[in-house]
């Protein structure tokens, strides 16, 4: 597969037919935007053979033992080997299910989520200053309980 293209939003607007044969040459564009995440204009077949993979993927990871399983993810997601023992065995045993959630739902939002959530963590583990800190108790401002709104 050919290197990502990249254009800003505005030529789509203005040149469609060059950058949809971006998209046929090169597979899919990468559309910047000012003030907003980047989008990515591909194939619908591309996305349905995406979704078929991460199904294939979702009922593979149940027939493999969670030692492999652990050693594979930890290659696949490096940062994931900062997550406490405990918070890999909820990641293992929680993305099959994400994956599910996505096909079911028809998007991988709830899958971009649970990763985001889960690389938060792991980054604030791996400074263990920051880790120690947000673990501690908040104290009172100014020594006294905050009212209820």
Do not use: H
Request: glycine share 4%; aromatic share 6%; proline share 9%.
């Amino acid at each position: 597969m050919a290197p990502v293209a990249t254009y800003p939003l505005s030529e789509l607007l203005q040149q469609p037919t060059r950058i949809t044969a971006a998209v046929e040459e090169r597979g899919r564009v990468v559309l910047r935007r000012r003030n907003a995440p980047d989008l990515v204009l591909s194939r619908a077949s591309d996305l349905s053979e995406l979704e078929a993979f991460a199904r294939l993927l979702s009922r593979l990871v149940r027939y493999v033992d969670e030692e492999r399983l652990a050693a594979v993810i930890a290659e696949a997601i490096p940062w994931t080997r900062y997550l406490s023992g405990e918070g890999r065995v909820d990641f293992l045993t929680g993305l099959p299910a994400v994956v599910d959630d996505c096909e079911e739902l028809g998007t991988f939002a709830p899958l971009e989520i649970f990763l985001a959530e889960w690389r938060d963590t792991a980054a604030v583990l791996a400074d263990p200053e920051l880790a120690d800190r947000l673990a501690r108790p908040i104290p009172s401002p100014l020594g006294k309980p905050v009212d209820q709104p």
